[in-house]
Structure formats: structure tokens, C-alpha cells
């Protein structure tokens, strides 16, 4: 089946500074992955749609500019969050569908998430 | 009203009992629909995908479809202890769009 990998799987780091997840499809190209968010004990929540070669399409409240995502090659797409604050600390999970499985159509495959913390 | 709904929980049964989960979509026209499952501090996993009315069974899962009802639910046999998560509906509506539920949580008592 489709594999999502995510990284880093953790990261701490100081307020003001900025952070990048990666988030890679192995074995399938994706041209659009979905970035989501969750907060501890709510549910998923998607912040954006990133499309392999154009910009991301953002959910309503996100800030663009907060958020970036780039979607460079048909396998990686990056969230950076920039000048990171306490309040950004949250779990980050990466997704994406393999299109060319005709067993898993539509199936959504999730990368195993990277959890930030913003001291 | 949201598009996928689903009862929060926590919903709590014996081992060994069956547990029933329940979810409701409002977009009339969702062909997919899936059942994740999610450990806290993990990302989903998927357990079920259904797209025709009925009942899908694989191993001791069974999800079920009714879309004049606008309703699916996953039931669970011989729940065990380690089936205690979160567990996510979602539907692809019209848009093509992926819509998950709130989740809900289930806890297996030994």
C-alpha cells in the first residue's frame, strides 16, 4: 500500500523561530497532499490542500503567510511555520492519496504526524 | 449542521462485547466512505472503506452503508482492550473533498 513519511517526528524549539516538516510520499506520486492539525483531544482539522507546482490552498482562518507550504516535486511538500509561538504547538499530519492504486481508490494515506512544541 | 457527524463518546464496552459506532453525513451525493482509527498521539490509520449499500466484513470489523439514510457505522465483535481509540468517519463529498467526523471515542474495559 501507499507509505506517507513525515519528519521530523518531534521538535521543540524556542518562540520566534521557524520549523519545517517534510512530508514524502515513497512509493507513489502525489500531486496534491493535505496538511491537517490537531489539537490535543479535538479532532482533525484541515489547514491546507498543497498542489505539486501552484500554491497551496488554505482552509478559512489559516494565515497563509504563517503557514507556508511548498509543494516543489510530486513526492514532498514542506510546512514551514514561521516565527512559531506557544500557541502553534500542536500535532502537524501529512496526507495524500495514490491515485494509480485502482484497489485503494480514494483511500487516504496519513504520514505518522510530527508533534511541535513552542517553549 | 456539520457534514459528518458523529457521537464523541467516550463510548464504553466490555470485552469481548460489540461495539457500534455510528456516523451521519448531510451530502446526499458522497459515493466513499471510510473508518479510521486513531491511538492517541498517532495519525489515523485506515480500517474500512465502504462504497455500496450493505455491510462490508473484514476480520472482526464490519462497516455498514445506508445513503437513503445518510448513514454509516462500523460495528466491532470481540472488541478488545487494544481496539480502545479514536474512531474517525469520513466521507468524499460532491467536491471530492475528504470530510472527517469529530471521532469517537471508544474504551474497551477489560
Known amino acids: 500500500g501507499a507509505v506517507v513519511s513525515q519528519h521530523p517526528s518531534w521538535v521543540i524549539c524556542k518562540s520566534g523561530t521557524s520549523v519545517k516538516i517534510e512530508c514524502r510520499s515513497l512509493d507513489f506520486q502525489a500531486t496534491t497532499m493535505f496538511w491537517y492539525r490537531q489539537f490535543p483531544k479535538q479532532s482533525l482539522m484541515l489547514m491546507a490542500t498543497?498542489?505539486?507546482?501552484?500554491?497551496?490552498?488554505?482552509e478559512q482562518g489559516v494565515e497563509k503567510d504563517k503557514f507556508l507550504i511548498n509543494h516543489a516535486s510530486l513526492t514532498l511538500s514542506t510546512l514551514t511555520v514561521t516565527s512559531a509561538h506557544p500557541e502553534d504547538s500542536s500535532f502537524y499530519i501529512c496526507?495524500?492519496?495514490?491515485?494509480?492504486?485502482?484497489?485503494?481508490?480514494?483511500?487516504?494515506?496519513f504520514g505518522a504526524g510530527s508533534r511541535l512544541t513552542v517553549l | 449542521q456539520k457534514e459528518v457527524e458523529q457521537n464523541s463518546g467516550p463510548l464504553s464496552v466490555p470485552e469481548g462485547a460489540i461495539a457500534s459506532l455510528n456516523c451521519t453525513y448531510s451530502d446526499r451525493v458522497s459515493q466513499s466512505f471510510f473508518w479510521y482509527r486513531q491511538y492517541s498521539g498517532k495519525s489515523p490509520e485506515l480500517i474500512m472503506s465502504i462504497y455500496s449499500n450493505g455491510d462490508k466484513e473484514d476480520g472482526r470489523f464490519t462497516a455498514q452503508l445506508n445513503k437513503a439514510s445518510q448513514y454509516v457505522s462500523l460495528l466491532i465483535r470481540d472488541s478488545q482492550p487494544s481496539d480502545s481509540a479514536t474512531y474517525l468517519c469520513a466521507v468524499i463529498n460532491a467536491g471530492n473533498m475528504l470530510t472527517f467526523g469529530g471521532g469517537t471515542r471508544l474504551m474497551v474495559k477489560p
Open positions: 498543497s498542489n505539486e507546482g501552484s500554491k497551496a490552498t488554505y
Open positions: 496526507s495524500a492519496r495514490d491515485w494509480g492504486d485502482s484497489s485503494g481508490a480514494n483511500v487516504l494515506t
